[in-house]
């Protein structure tokens, strides 16, 4: 709009704009500054949000990566039993009434 804006506004504009999820690290920056008794300007204030969505973004797992101790999607045996019709197992193996191991469970 042709104004000038100053490094302490442009820093507040930062501050407002950024999400929900930076709040408790805006605190913490803030804080930081006003403790050490120095000036937060908006060229520090940027690096330390990039740093931070940096480190988030290689703490995300990949979209095609799968939690492989929960996964279901073993391959299920194509064998299908002559004796109780289900699959996974021959009728030598079957634990079902007419099946070799009948008596065995």
């Not at 408790?24 to 006003?34: F, G, Q």
Request: net charge neutral.
């Amino acid at each position: 709009m042709g104004k000038l804006i100053s490094d302490e506004d442009y820093t507040d504009i930062l501050l407002a704009s950024l999400p929900p999820s930076y709040d408790s690290l805006c605190s913490s920056i803030s804080n930081s500054a006003r403790l050490g008794s120095q000036v937060l300007t908006a060229n520090v204030f940027e690096g330390l949000i990039l740093d931070e969505f940096t480190c988030c973004e290689l703490k995300k797992p990949s979209s095609s990566s799968k939690d492989e101790a929960f996964s279901a999607d073993a391959p299920r045996s194509k064998k299908q039993c002559s004796n109780c019709n289900k699959r996974g197992h021959v009728k030598a193996d079957c634990w079902a009434k007419g099946g070799s191991k009948e008596d065995r469970g």
